[in-house]
Structures are given as structure tokens and as C-alpha cells.
């Protein structure tokens, strides 16, 4: 839904057909409905059981960093409350952050299960997470600002070791730290097996004549954490999205 989401915003906001925004309000309630407001999380998704939607049990560490790219900080804060993507982050730090003895965040795992683990994918759209919403509260917040990119640059630091140097010019990322299965039904491959996606959001990362630009690919024009044009969204639909 996220993903979803992502890129209906991305057409309105490139045709300007109210259909997208329709699409996008639609997805926009059942957010509502998987939103946690005491931890600050969304539930990793539902079951069918007698008749209803249940909520699936446990953190799913990416539908926690996926909306602070593909909504924004901004949007998070302004529909679940101030410091909203902040909290999310910490939260997903707290409880399925890899840290090392000293504390410091050296990967993320897939969820908050204690197996060690950690995912080269998950920690580099999580580097770009933590990034986007330093950026977008620079101003509001900046002692939020200047702990996410502190954590950040942890992160950074700490995947060093998923990162494989073929060639001077080329690299690759090991798909996890270990072979283990992951809560939501799949199983992690071999250590030494190469993870594209891993390498993709490292490159995404490192765009630019000096590898210094961030391109968040979940947003219009890769915006890092600014206020994105209109959306289109009724502010009765946002309402009725919250009922």
C-alpha cells in the first residue's frame, strides 16, 4: 500500500487527475486503521478471521522506514501528530535496530524478532530514512534532526561489513549477516550471496559528480524530506480517513 501510494501521489501530482487522488484516500484510511498511536507504528499487515481484518503481531522494521520516504515526515506528523516520524523511528531503533555494545545502530533487522540478524537492504533504505527525516525536521526540530543523523552515520558505519569490494569501482552487498528464517514467510539466502536491491538504495544514495546526493525514489524528484506540491487530497477525505 505504501508503494501503491507512492507512486499514485507521483502521477497526481504529474497529471493532475483526481482519480489518483481518490486512489491515494482510499489508501490513506486503511493507514489510519494500521496505525498504532501508542507505539507510533504501523502493523506489518492483516488476517481474515470470522468475518474481520485482524492485525498481524510483531514490528515489521520496513513498513516503518518505507513511510517516512514515501509520506514524509511532514505528512506523518500532520496526520498522526507532532513528532510522529520521529517517534516511529526511534521505536524501530529501539526494537529491531542491530547495536553494538556501545550502542551505536550498526544494521536493521527484518523485525523485531532477537536473532542477531540484520539485512543490507533494509539498512540501506533505512540510512536513507533516517536522512530524509533529518532533513525534514532541520528546522521544526532540530535536536530530532541532529539525533537521526547521528544514527545515520552509525548506520553507515555499521553495514561495512554486509559491503563486498569486487573492484575498486564496484561493489556488491552481502543479502544478510546471517542465514536464518524471517517472520514474514521467507528465508534470508546463503550469506555470501549478492543482494541487488542492496546494491540499488547504496547507489540511490550516491548520486552526483561527489557522491553527495541523496535520491529518494518513493518521492517526486527524489525530495529528501521537503514539503512536496499539493497533493489533491480533500480535506473531507482526510476527515473521513480518520474515523
Excluded at 483526481?18 to 484516500?25: F, G, P, V, W
Excluded at 545502530?105 to 533504505?125: A, C, H, Q, R, V
Aim: aromatic share 12%; glycine share 10%.
Amino acid at each position: 500500500n505504501l508503494s501503491s501510494h507512492a507512486t499514485f501521489k507521483m502521477l497526481y501530482q504529474i497529471t493532475g487527475e483526481q482519480q489518483y487522488a481518490d486512489l491515494m484516500a482510499h489508501i490513506e484510511r486503511y493507514l489510519d486503521w494500521a496505525f498504532d498511536p501508542v507505539t507510533k507504528t504501523f502493523c506489518q499487515g492483516a488476517h481474515y478471521v470470522n468475518g474481520q481484518w485482524v492485525k498481524n503481531i510483531g514490528l515489521a522494521t520496513d513498513v516503518q522506514l518505507w513511510p517516512v520516504l514515501s509520506l514524509g515526515a511532514n505528512w506523518l506528523d500532520q496526520r498522526y501528530g507532532n513528532g510522529t516520524a520521529y517517534e516511529m523511528l526511534r521505536y524501530t531503533i529501539e526494537h529491531a535496530g542491530k547495536k553494538s555494545i556501545d550502542g551505536r545502530l550498526i544494521g536493521f533487522n527484518y523485525s523485531d524478532d532477537p536473532d542477531g540478524n540484520k539485512s543490507s537492504e533494509w539498512s540501506n533504505f533505512g540510512d536513507m530514512a533516517l536522512r530524509a527525516a533529518s532533513t525534514a525536521y532541520k528546522v521544526s526540530h532540530p535536536n530530532y534532526s541532529s539525533e537521526l543523523m547521528r544514527r545515520a552515520v552509525e548506520l553507515r558505519a555499521g553495514i561495512q561489513d554486509l559491503r563486498l569490494d569486487i573492484r575498486p569501482e564496484h561493489i556488491a552487498w552481502h543479502y544478510a549477516l546471517m542465514f536464518l528464517p524471517i517472520r514474514w514467510g521467507w528465508h534470508t539466502t546463503p550469506s555470501d550471496t549478492q543482494h541487488t536491491a542492496a546494491g540499488a538504495w547504496d547507489y540511490l544514495m550516491h548520486i552526483g559528480p561527489n557522491d553527495n546526493i541523496d535520491y529518494n525514489p518513493l518521492r517526486l524528484g527524489g525530495n529528501m524530506g521537503g514539503i512536496d506540491p499539493p497533493t489533491g487530497v480533500k480535506e473531507q477525505e482526510a476527515e473521513e480517513g480518520r474515523e
